[in-house]
């Protein structure tokens, strides 16, 4: 399907609610670009982690402030699988920020003022010619406001830690559902919580509770919702 004229769509939400998957087949079916920016905040938590700019789980902010023009995150589409990839300084790390250990620590580093400072400036700059869909914690309330379209997805944390349990034993990680489980709460808590840019529903964004509905319904139903609201041609 195209739009008549290109917009913004913006997928807030939980952690592991499924935004980046329906956000990639969204932008996959629009012909637009996808932008993961919670990969960008791993990113920046992989540096951290690889510098060791966090000790006994505590970002070291100063020297984390001093060095965050170091920081260069770049998406590459992979050619085979049509996905894209997340690239720090040069290098493919898209396999090792979706690692259990970078998620315990992801909501530290990116509660930091700084460090959203940063990434939304980015995120605007990959966004600013419309024709997008990022997905993330702040995009329809801070780095869009303006979107033309808002939606906010969630789901139990039982049901978004077994999906992440799942997509890790896929890859051949060893975890456990139990420190998933735990994993989501936490993250729950602190991205809600924090005082930048904390995890809210924007007043004119579409709430999807998906822990009953399959990718597919989530899709048709978000694909139908475009359809009676914007111009196209199918």
């Not at 592991?16 to 329906?22: W, Y």
């Amino acid at each position: 399907m195209k739009l008549d004229q290109k917009i913004t769509i913006a997928i807030d939400g939980h952690s592991s609610s499924g935004k980046s998957t329906v956000a990639k087949e969204l932008a996959k079916k629009l012909g637009y670009t996808y932008v993961d920016s919670g990969a960008m905040y791993r990113a920046v938590t992989l540096f951290c982690m690889n510098q060791g700019l966090i000790k006994d789980n505590e970002v070291l902010q100063e020297n984390l402030k001093e060095r965050i023009d170091e920081i260069h995150i770049h998406f590459v589409r992979n050619a085979v699988t049509g996905q894209a990839e997340t690239f720090l300084n040069g290098q493919n790390v898209e396999n090792e920020i979706r690692e259990i250990q970078v998620s315990n620590l992801v909501s530290p580093v990116s509660k930091i003022a700084f460090v959203r400072k940063a990434m939304v400036k980015l995120q605007r700059e990959l966004g600013k010619g419309k024709g997008i869909v990022m997905d993330g914690r702040d995009i329809g309330t801070v780095v869009y406001p303006q979107a033309e379209l808002k939606i906010f997805m969630t789901a139990s944390p039982e049901v978004r830690a077994k999906r992440r349990f799942d997509e890790l034993k896929a890859k051949g990680s060893r975890v456990s559902l139990e420190d998933i489980l735990d994993n989501v709460q936490q993250r729950d808590f602190i991205d809600s919580n924090r005082e930048e840019s904390p995890l809210k529903q924007a007043e004119d964004a579409i709430l999807i509770d998906n822990s009953n509905l399959s990718r597919e319904e989530q899709l048709d139903w978000i694909m139908e919702l475009i359809r009676e609201r914007f111009p196209h041609q199918e």
